[in-house]
């Protein structure tokens, strides 16, 4: 197996992952607790902040894995980039989708305080 069949595999994994943990928090069915979710001081506080942060975040959570796992997989097919890059690529891909989601979720947090 090479390092472009093990990144490829990991990536789906992890986008596949993801999004099995994001669709629960679209979908609204985890009230507000100390271990999963966009867990902050206000969104523990406030059930209508957790719900409305943590959809926000999952939605985009579930997008940037989509969008990671098609980015690899175009990497994948083409090699066009080495080995060692690859690896570097594929890396960076199965973070961003957790960074641009929490973001997304602490943008979308922040823009609630400034309604109310």
Do not use: Q
Request: proline share 3%; charged share 15%; net charge positive.
């Amino acid at each position: 197996m090479t390092v472009f069949d093990k990144g490829l595999i990991t990536a789906v994994s992890c986008a596949a992952l993801f999004i099995a943990l994001a669709i629960p928090l679209v979908l609204r069915k985890v009230p507000p607790n100390a271990a999963y979710g966009f867990r902050t001081r206000t969104t523990l506080r406030d059930e209508k902040a957790w719900y409305e942060t943590n959809d926000r975040f999952a939605r985009w959570l579930i997008a940037g894995s989509i969008a990671s796992a098609v980015c690899v997989y175009f990497l994948y097919t083409t090699r066009w980039l080495a080995a060692g890059r690859f690896f570097t690529a594929t890396i960076v891909a199965v973070a961003a989708p957790i960074v641009v989601a929490t973001m997304a979720g602490a943008y979308h947090l922040g823009s609630l305080g400034r309604k109310r």
